[in-house]
């Protein structure tokens, strides 16, 4: 197998074939020009002669000169002698060197031939690790896969049970299903009532909870359920313990007629969809309970009459209260920030609004903050093209790269986009209303769950305050006007 490291040396063998081929060219351009010389000195020789040739008169001098000229040449022989001698040493030198340069290379080629070898058993061993790691893998994965379709089976049967289950309740709508119960009631006065109750896989609103515990507190004829929690990080019995209530362990649902506006601190105007549904599900079996006072369940010394009396009053009540847009699920899926603008995506899921009913829905709470204004000077609502399925009035307002959307601006103190606003029908425009009555709750949500993601949660709670409020203004403006 072939490594980085083995680069390096076939660069250095490279670059030795380009030295040896220098010293091939040299070696020739040193023929060509030894040729040139012997050419020349032939040439010269060929001169001389006809010169002697033509003028014999000379000869004498010219051999004297020559006698000469042999003596020079003699010197010069011995000089080239010499010389070649010089470069037989200096090539010889020249071959040392190289040879010690080459021995040298062959070391440090040996030296890092034994490197790769130790990366590559390094590596045989890292890639003998992974292969092992990946079996282990395998094999996990091959277990959780049948444990999957072990639990996929166990669900069915659950599921079966269930519907099973449903189907004999319909069959039976006074049958109350649960394995245990216990009551036990302790009276303060002849105005007040207290029990403490507890059922086990108890089956309220098609929704299967291993243990209810609770306390209904009669007074005054009416009654209120306080809801119990065996801890405050658990939100069991409830989908979705109210935000504010998260420091305790008991939710009061006690109902009182002068706190059910929408937006409102009641408690009821904070449940999500399944919880309110069991709630309101529990008083209706309760009220059948309480129906058979000859239950041998019932303690001695309950009130049965008092008790029932004052639940129906409590289901009457929650009947009549006003629509509250109610969730199971918050969930922040997105932020963004471009240049002025600033918005985050919200999810709402086991959306809830009176009698009507959505899995999910997004929305995305926004603003655009000019230098030198407040956060909330330009707040937006914005919804996306699915939100259509909620809001049956959708239609895209705004087209842009970031997809296409309604959108519901606001600015302060009073100012509400009109044409957006009119072209809603009713019933949409009472789901934007309740759901900028739920967006403190909201934030105040999102905040707690994502309190590490982002820093400015406090101006996002204003942001929505703010929303809250000047629909407020507006409101009251144009009651006002009406009536003018």
Not at 62 to 73: A, I, L
Not at 129 to 150: V, W
Not at 200 to 229: A, H, K, P
Not at 290 to 313: C, F, M, Q, T, W
């Amino acid at each position: 197998m072939k490594t980085d490291s083995s680069f390096p040396l076939i660069s250095q063998l490279h670059e030795l074939q380009e030295d040896f081929e220098r010293l091939l060219l040299t070696e020739e351009a040193k023929s060509s020009t030894l040729a040139s010389l012997i050419s020349e000195k032939t040439t010269l020789e060929k001169q001389l002669n006809a010169l002697v040739n033509k003028e014999p008169q000379k000869v004498a001098s010219v051999f004297s000169q020559k006698k000469h000229d042999s003596e020079v040449n003699d010197l010069i022989s011995e000089l080239h002698n010499l010389q070649e001698r010089f470069e037989q040493l200096t090539l010889l030198e020249r071959e040392d060197t190289e040879a010690a340069e080459w021995k040298s290379q062959k070391v440090e080629i040996k030296h890092k031939l034994h490197i790769v070898a130790i990366e590559q058993q390094q590596f045989q061993t890292m890639l003998n690790e992974k292969e092992k790691e990946n079996q282990q893998l395998l094999t996990a994965l091959h277990e959780a896969h049948e444990e999957l379709e072990r639990s996929f089976i166990a669900q069915d049967i659950i599921d079966a049970g269930q519907r099973r289950l449903n189907r004999l309740l319909e069959r039976n709508p006074e049958w109350w299903e649960f394995d245990t119960l216990e009551i036990s009631h302790s009276v303060i006065d002849d105005d007040y009532q207290v029990a403490q109750w507890r059922l086990t896989d108890v089956n309220l609103d098609n929704r299967l909870i291993s243990e209810l515990c609770f306390r209904t507190v009669l007074s005054n004829g009416i009654v209120g359920i306080i809801i119990q929690r065996a801890d405050k990080s658990m939100s069991a019995p409830l989908v979705r313990w109210p935000i504010i209530y998260a420091q305790h362990k008991e939710l009061p649902c006690v109902a009182s007629r002068a706190c059910d506006a929408p937006g409102s601190d009641n408690v009821f105007n904070v449940l999500g969809a399944s919880d309110w549904n069991m709630i309101k599900a529990l008083v209706v079996r309760l009220i059948d309970l309480l129906s058979h006072p000859e239950d041998s369940r019932l303690p001695e010394g309950l009130d049965v009459d008092y008790l029932k009396n004052g639940l129906i009053e409590f289901k009457t009540i929650l009947a009549e209260w006003p629509n509250v847009l109610r969730y199971d699920t918050i969930e922040l899926y997105d932020s963004l920030e471009i240049g002025d603008y600033h918005s985050i995506g919200i999810r709402l899921k086991a959306l809830q609004l009176g009698d009507c009913s959505w899995a999910d829905m997004d929305y995305r709470l926004a603003t655009v903050s000019e230098p030198g204004n407040a956060f909330d000077q330009h707040p937006r609502l914005e919804f996306p093209e699915k939100t259509s399925e909620v809001l049956r009035s959708w239609f895209a307002e705004s087209k842009d790269e970031r997809s296409d959307r309604l959108e519901l601006s606001f600015a302060q103190p009073n100012m509400i986009d009109t044409r957006v606003w009119n072209a809603l029908d009713g019933d949409d425009r009472l789901t934007i209303v309740c759901l900028i009555a739920s967006l403190d709750t909201q934030m105040m949500e999102l905040q707690q769950k994502y309190l590490y993601e982002r820093s400015d949660w406090q101006s996002w709670r204003h942001l929505g305050s703010s929303i809250k409020a000047i629909l407020a203004r507006k409101s009251t403006e144009s009651q006002k006007l009406q009536k003018a």
